[in-house]
């Protein structure tokens, strides 16, 4: 099995990074094309909803079948994506260590496990925006006091409350500057945690265990981390401007409302993008784990020994200290 584990340059793993995807192309579209072809099909029903009703003259209903919509898209999504991240990472861990795969057994191997990865990925989440929780959440639940404040002044005759935009001002400029360290927050530990799918991937971890496997693994290489998640931001924002320019134009001559053949037009465009584009990052994030691996732990000699049919030496065990000679008659308590 041809592998190409040794120490990699951020340049390597980029250059490594198109070549997999290159010469794996249907595997890690197809893989993709799971979670966006269930994501087309939950935006499509939900706008034939919305016509349905403009067509009945319920436009107002028309209006909240989006908002009523994301109860049902957003936890599909979720476990969609989920499930896409786990077997995309699978898949290049198998590629990538010169084994076979196909999108289904891709699929195959991580559903057992499907809710292990869907609540290590929840906690990574939460802990990741826990600050911004916390910070709009006092954000709103202040808003909704200024306003049952001002409202039961007005009832009473007092007139409203002079200070209500004085306070929702501050809350905002305190929400503002409060959301700077959130935000550093936010990308320090999704660093920390950026290594923990594709652990639980191949090593086979329980959430936490993965977790603390990320966190060791991305010590002192976490800045190549942001740099290399940061050049694969850049390539799918772009692209996905790219192939949305026409449909931002023409919401923007339309007041923000799009035609239904628009918005299904739309909708087909963004399953094509989000196909091509969201293997990017399983694919270079599972490259700079097993990257990492190599630097830290010699997983190349490992692999290598494994290959050849040798076991890692096992760790060496200390010898018990002898024990006390015995006094001949004495006795222990």
């Not at 951020?10 to 269930?38: C, K, M, W």
């Not at 084994?99 to 869907?118: D, K, N, Q, V």
């Not at 600050?131 to 909704?144: E, H, M, S």
């Not at 942001?226 to 772009?238: H, K, N, S």
């Amino acid at each position: 099995m041809e592998t190409n584990l040794r120490p990699m340059s951020l340049g390597e793993i980029l250059d490594r990074t198109a070549q997999l995807y290159r010469t794996n192309f249907v595997l890690f579209a197809g893989i993709a094309a799971v979670y966006s072809g269930v994501l087309l099909v939950l935006n499509l029903v939900q706008i034939g909803i919305a016509e349905l009703l403009r067509a009945h003259n319920m436009i107002q209903q028309a209006k909240l079948v989006p908002l009523y919509s994301l109860v049902l898209i957003l936890p599909l999504a979720f476990i969609f994506a989920g499930a896409a991240i786990a077997a995309n990472n699978r898949a290049v861990s198998w590629v990538n260590m010169g084994e076979s795969a196909t999108i289904r057994s891709a699929y195959r191997s991580i559903l057992p496990r499907m809710g292990r990865y869907l609540w290590l990925m929840t906690i990574a989440t939460f802990v990741c925006y826990l600050p911004f929780l916390v910070i709009y959440g006092a954000f709103f639940v202040l808003i909704l006091l200024t306003i049952g404040l001002s409202g039961t002044m007005a009832h009473s005759g007092g007139g409203t409350d002079p200070y209500a935009g004085i306070l929702v001002g501050l809350a905002s400029v305190g929400l503002l500057l409060l959301s700077f360290p959130a935000v550093i927050y936010a990308v320090w530990m999704a660093l920390r945690y950026s290594l923990a799918v594709p652990a639980s991937v191949v090593e086979n971890l329980k959430a936490r265990q993965a977790l603390k496997r990320s966190v060791e693994l991305t010590k002192g290489s976490r800045g190549r981390i942001f740099v290399l998640g940061l050049l694969i931001a850049v390539i799918q924002i772009g692209l996905g401007l790219f192939t949305q320019f026409f449909f931002i134009v023409m919401a923007f001559k339309q007041h923000g409302e799009l035609p239904a053949w628009a918005q299904a037009t739309q909708q087909v465009v963004g399953f094509f993008t989000n196909t091509f584009v969201g293997p990017m990052y399983a694919t270079g994030f599972t490259l700079f784990y097993y990257d990492q691996r190599v630097r830290k732990e010699g997983f190349d000699i490992e692999w290598m020994m494994q290959a050849a049919g040798l076991k890692a030496p096992e760790p060496a065990v200390e010898p018990e200290p002898p024990s006390a000679p015995q006094i001949p008659g004495s006795t222990h308590e």
